[in-house]
């Protein structure tokens, strides 16, 4: 058989549901909600047909689930009001929308005390924390105490909260080298912590993977040249295996000059103040050990460092920028630190303090006068005859009165144009000479 004479047979599908058969699956439930999550495909047809007032005829309202005494027995066994929202939404829900909240004695946060975390004891918080074998599940577990023992600086004396406890207590430093000795290619590196070091040397963007990739090779197993030995030694010990390493004829990744103190951030502040006492400047501290600087930024002891300088007479540490402001209120002391600059931009940059203080006075316009507000008198004269039609005290009052910008008259008056909206425009000291 041809494929034109073939007859096409159209798929028969479910017969549609008609109105008896809609009505007898309706009178099964009470709501028109049941019905729909029951019945999905029955629902639409009856909607559809304007079937459903027939089928319910009355409006019967569902029981209320959550009456007063069913949230006051649900609020009975919760502290707070926040507990009794994450115990049952919807019973908190019910009881907000009546205002029953007061009603159940639950306290409200508003009207807790805010130094509630005061009267709890350092023992509580001992006992809190011996309950975790670890620093993540004592921070993730009991955030309060965790936030408590960290303000009262007691994290430090829970040992048993970190895995190794040797890089807790004397921070056992190694000194490793990746070496590709086919390209005298290497990269020098200390840690407290191999294998996690280890991991983060064969990660995407690390400086390591990132070369082995380029040059078609694989990452070799670090050579550790020095091992469980102190910070301070281990310092050192990189610095002299950097050294060693080039003098052989090999090229290092290291992109920072070794000895610096790493991502450690549990260094004793005595340590830190120690390395910052061989500068003399905080910009020097910065850029030769920066791990070194943000340690004593972040916890507040870079302010201790009073002899470290700024080298463009910043503030120094220890002292606060309003005093390092207010210091400069003398109008004749400001003015001479003021015409060591040749412009208002290099005042900034030189001397923050005295630029700020001057500029809040007005000092600024008088000393380093605006190009655009220049305060030299001006001349208007006619471009035919030569004749002065009138005097301004500045170019600003003579932009105005032309009803132009005040670079226009400007560059008429500095001859870059011949006239300005018809007129000449002169200096009068130029006219003079």
């Known amino acids: ?187 020098v590196g200390r840690t407290v912590n191999p294998a996690m070091r280890d991991a983060d040397h064969r990660k995407v963007g690390d400086i390591v993977y990132d070369y082995a990739k380029k040059a078609g090779l694989s990452i070799p197993d670090p050579k550790y040249v020095y091992s469980k ?65 943000n340690a004593l930024n972040k916890y507040g002891w870079l302010v201790e460092c009073t002899w470290l300088k700024r080298k463009h007479g910043g503030p120094t540490p220890g002292m606060s920028k309003k005093d390092y402001i207010s210091k400069w209120a003398d109008y004749e002391k400001c003015k001479a630190e003021a015409m060591k600059y040749k412009s208002r931009d290099a005042f900034r940059v030189g001397s923050g303090g005295a630029f700020e203080y001057a500029w809040k006075q007005g000092w600024v316009h008088e000393w380093f006068p605006s190009k655009l507000n220049d305060p030299r008198p001006v001349g208007k004269y006619d471009k035919h005859t030569g004749e002065l039609l009138h005097t301004y005290d500045s170019v600003k009052l003579a932009a105005k009165d032309a009803g132009v910008c005040n670079e226009a008259v400007r560059a008429a008056c500095l001859g870059k144009n011949k006239t300005c909206k018809g007129y000449v425009y002169k200096y009068i000291e130029q006219e003079s000479k």
């Not at 080039?246 to 920072?256: C, D, I, P, T, V």
């Open 1 to 187: 058989m041809s494929n034109n004479t073939a007859r096409t047979t159209k798929s028969v599908g479910r017969p549609k549901p008609n109105k008896e058969e809609c009505r007898a699956a309706a009178s099964k439930y009470l709501y028109k909600s049941d019905f729909r999550a029951a019945e999905p495909k029955m629902y639409s047809k009856a909607y559809i047909q304007h079937w459903l007032d027939e089928f319910f005829p009355i409006h019967k309202p569902r029981k209320q689930m959550y009456t007063l005494s069913t949230c006051r027995e649900i609020a009975a066994g919760c502290s707070s009001r926040r507990e009794f929202r994450m115990k049952n939404p919807t019973a908190y829900e019910r009881a907000y929308k009546n205002r029953w909240l007061d009603s159940l004695g639950l306290p409200d946060r508003k009207s807790t005390n805010k130094n509630a975390h005061l009267l709890v004891s350092d023992d509580e918080v001992i006992a809190v924390a011996k309950k975790c074998s670890t620093s993540r599940e004592f921070r993730t577990c009991y955030p309060r105490y965790y936030n408590m023992a960290n303000k009262r600086k007691m994290l430090s004396s829970f040992t048993w909260l970190y895995k190794n406890p040797e890089v807790m207590n004397g921070f056992y430093d190694n000194v490793y080298v990746y070496e590709f000795p086919d390209n005298k290619i290497a990269y």
């Open 229 to 293: 030995i102190t910070i301070d030694e281990g310092r050192k010990k990189e610095c002299e295996v950097m050294d060693e390493y080039r003098a052989s004829g090999w090229h290092l990744l290291n992109r920072q000059v070794g000895g610096g103190i790493g991502n450690l951030r549990r260094i004793s502040k005595r340590k830190l103040i120690a390395i910052a006492r061989k500068y003399e400047y905080v910009a020097d501290l910065r850029i030769a050990d920066g791990a070194a600087y």
